[in-house]
């Protein structure tokens, strides 16, 4: 009984200190610190420190290895039998699957496609195929796929293995892409060998992409190795960002307001480019510019968008030598041209 009246007083105790920390927390001031405050080192540090650290159980990690070889010859029936193989789980899976397809596929012809280069394009294919004595010089996808797609070698073992690491990589996630990779692998003679990492993979494909096109076999394959290739193409969120990295944040940024807010900051842009000399751009001159383009109505929805720049710390402002009200990105010539470039995509 002692203890019950012990247990109920503990629970009082809590739940008193609780709320008494909820009310003291909402009468405080919020905080005014940014993560711009923070004082961060060189990227090429971070990369050549964060390179020097050992690895840990490597011992067991070979072990794991070893035993997903075993597997390998079950993976090679299994693209036979017409299935796409999907690799997933903690770790970069590039060496596995590629040491994979260098011991065990050594009979078929091997296409390689990093999902995780920041360029890779679906879009742009080059060279020509042949069906037998007859030339295929046409570069659109659609005919390479309706090629792939036609009477081919009568023997089912008679494939082109098509290995796509990362295939849920920034470049690829558009749904084009996937449309595109999804005809692919069910074209008779194509196999799919893929990694993913992200965990909302999945969610690209919907049912009939599974199970009808890349009709894939999930195999749980944890490596547990760093992401030494992959992770050279994503910015290091403790590093200071290079001009191409500070100009894709902002661009994120952007791309979440609306199209009449880019064009806004587009003419911004375009007028600190060229007039570098210049301690920015008037507020009035950008209200009249907008105005002709129609990307505002008024000087009310001016403001709300300098509002979200602001916010967003895309866009400062200052007085020149006549008094007026200046807006400036805060961004290098460099970062600027190259977010342009990112935002006409």
Same mark, same amino acid.
């Given at each position: 009984?002692?203890?019950i009246?012990?247990?109920e007083e503990?629970?009082?105790?809590?739940?008193?200190n609780?709320?008494?920390?909820?009310?003291?927390?909402?009468?405080?001031?919020?905080?005014?610190?940014?993560l711009?405050?923070?004082h961060?080192?060189d990227?090429?540090?971070?990369?050549?420190?964060?390179?020097?650290?050992?690895?840990?159980?490597?011992?067991?990690?070979?072990e794991?290895?070893?035993?997903?070889?075993?597997?390998?010859?079950?993976?090679?029936?299994?693209?036979?039998?017409?299935?796409g193989?999907l690799?997933y789980?903690?770790?970069?899976?590039?060496?596995?699957?590629?040491?994979?397809?260098s011991?065990?596929?050594?009979?078929?012809?091997?296409?390689?496609?990093?999902?995780?280069?920041?360029?890779?394009?679906?879009?742009q294919s080059?060279g020509?195929?042949?069906?037998?004595?007859?030339?295929?010089?046409?570069?659109?996808?659609?005919?390479?796929?309706?090629?792939?797609?036609?009477?081919?070698?009568?023997?089912?073992?008679?494939?082109?293995?098509?290995?796509?690491?990362?295939?849920?990589?920034p470049?690829?996630?558009?749904?084009?892409?996937?449309? @595109?990779?999804a005809?692919? &692998?069910?074209?008779s003679?194509?196999?799919? %060998?893929? /990694?993913?990492?992200h965990? *909302?993979?999945? !969610?690209?494909?919907?049912k009939?992409?599974?199970?009808?096109?890349?009709?894939?076999?999930?195999?749980?394959?944890?490596?547990?190795?760093?992401?030494?290739?992959?992770?050279?193409?994503?910015?290091?969120?403790?590093a200071?960002?290079?001009?191409?990295?500070?100009?894709?944040?902002?661009?994120i940024?952007?791309?979440?307001?609306?199209?009449?807010?880019?064009?806004?900051?587009?003419?911004?842009?375009?007028?600190?480019?060229?007039?570098?000399?210049?301690?920015?751009?008037? @507020?009035?001159?950008?209200? &009249?510019?907008?105005?002709?383009?129609?990307? %505002?109505? /008024?000087?009310?929805?001016? *403001?709300?968008? !300098?509002?979200?720049?602001?916010?967003?710390?895309?866009?400062?402002?200052k007085?020149?030598?006549?008094?007026?009200?200046?807006l400036n990105?805060?961004?290098?010539?460099?970062?600027?041209?190259?977010?342009?470039?990112?935002?006409?995509q």
């Open positions: 009984m002692e203890d009246e012990n247990i503990d629970e009082y105790g809590f739940s008193r609780y709320f008494l920390a909820k009310e003291l927390g909402g009468a405080s001031k919020r905080s005014a610190h940014k711009s405050d923070i961060i080192v990227e090429q540090e971070l990369r050549e420190t964060a390179s020097t650290i050992e690895m840990k159980h490597s011992k067991e990690i070979s794991l290895m070893s035993d997903y070889k075993t597997m390998y010859s079950k993976w090679v029936f299994e693209l036979r039998c017409g299935f193989l690799m789980g903690f770790g970069s899976k590039k060496a596995l699957v590629e040491d994979f397809a011991a065990s596929l050594t009979d078929y012809s091997v296409v390689v496609i990093n999902g995780y280069l920041p360029s890779v394009n679906l879009k080059s020509s195929l042949s069906k037998g004595q007859e030339t295929f010089p046409s570069r659109s996808m659609d005919d390479i796929l309706s090629f792939l797609h036609g009477p081919q070698s009568g023997d089912k073992d008679c494939f082109i293995c098509v290995v796509v690491h990362n295939i849920d990589g470049a690829l996630r558009d749904p084009e892409s996937q449309q @595109t990779l005809r692919l &692998s069910s074209c003679h194509i196999r799919l %060998v893929a /990694s993913i990492d965990v *909302n993979a999945p !969610l690209l494909w919907d009939k992409m599974v199970h009808k096109q890349f009709n894939w076999l999930w195999h749980h394959v944890p490596t547990f190795a760093p992401y030494n290739v992959e992770g050279v193409f994503f910015p290091l969120v403790l200071q960002g290079s001009t191409a990295q500070t100009a894709k944040t902002a661009a940024v952007l791309q979440s307001l609306t199209p009449n807010g880019q064009n806004v900051f587009k003419i911004l842009a375009e007028y600190q480019l060229s007039h570098p000399d210049e301690d920015g751009m008037p @507020t009035d001159d950008l209200y &009249s510019a907008s105005r002709e383009r129609f990307f %505002v109505s /008024s000087q009310v929805t001016l *403001n709300s968008h !300098l509002t979200e720049f602001k916010d967003h710390e895309l866009v400062k402002t007085r020149n030598s006549d008094g007026q009200e200046c990105i805060p961004l290098t010539s460099d970062a600027i041209r190259q977010l342009l470039l990112d935002l006409n």
